[in-house]
């Protein structure tokens, strides 16, 4: 069984590693699809697709399962996303996903949903910990420590605080 698991990964946190380390118990491979990989650079999606990659990698590293990295970009047509997505990857039979949206164009494909509960989503979600980035305050606990490194390698907390910053 080859399961699928998208997200933006904004970036990639314990609350994501949860949802892998389930996945491994259920499926025997795992393509992970890094949505929206056009977009970086801004407050909302500061990381790069290829530095969402390194950060994936290197904190799946030892992974027992086999799984693929595929960055994938937006196209603005919901009713032909999943036709999109699966262009895109290896074939799959299950996804995994708690957004609604998702959920329902899966559905509507025929392709089976599970819906993983949350892991302490009040401080594990990518819009709080940018916030915390942006803010000078702690999220080194909240990401996997490969994570960390990535990030302090690319000098990503600096990006975002240019980010924040408005000229003149
Ligand atoms: P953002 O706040 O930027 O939307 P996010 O934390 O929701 O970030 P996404 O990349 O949007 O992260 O999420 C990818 C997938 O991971 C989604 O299916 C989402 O529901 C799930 N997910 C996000 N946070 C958690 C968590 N803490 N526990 C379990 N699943 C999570
Ligand atoms: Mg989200």
Redesign the pocket.
């Known amino acids: 069984k080859r399961a699928f698991?998208?997200?933006?990964?904004?970036p990639f946190?314990?609350?994501?590693l949860?949802?892998i380390d389930r996945i491994t118990r259920e499926a025997d491979e795992l393509i992970i699809g890094i949505?929206s990989a056009q977009l970086s650079h801004d407050l909302?999606n500061p990381f790069t697709a290829g530095e969402r990659v390194l950060m994936i990698t290197r904190a799946l590293e030892g992974l027992c399962c086999p799984y693929y990295v595929i960055p994938i970009e937006d196209i603005k047509r919901n009713a032909l996303w999943v036709a999109h997505i699966t262009s895109m990857t290896p074939p799959f039979d299950t996804v995994?996903?708690?957004?609604p949206l998702?959920i329902r164009l899966f559905s509507e494909a025929g392709i089976p949903v599970c819906s993983?509960?949350?892991?302490?989503?009040e401080s594990?979600?990518?819009?709080?910990?940018?916030d915390r980035m942006r803010a000078g305050k702690p999220w080194e606990r909240l990401v996997p420590s490969a994570v960390v490194d990535v990030i302090h390698e690319i000098h990503g907390i600096d990006r975002i605080r240019d980010l924040d910053r408005d000229d003149g």
């Open positions: 698991y998208i997200g933006r990964f904004q946190h314990n609350g994501h949860t949802v949505g909302e995994y996903t708690s957004n998702v993983p509960s949350m892991f302490k989503r594990h979600s990518g819009t709080s910990i940018r």
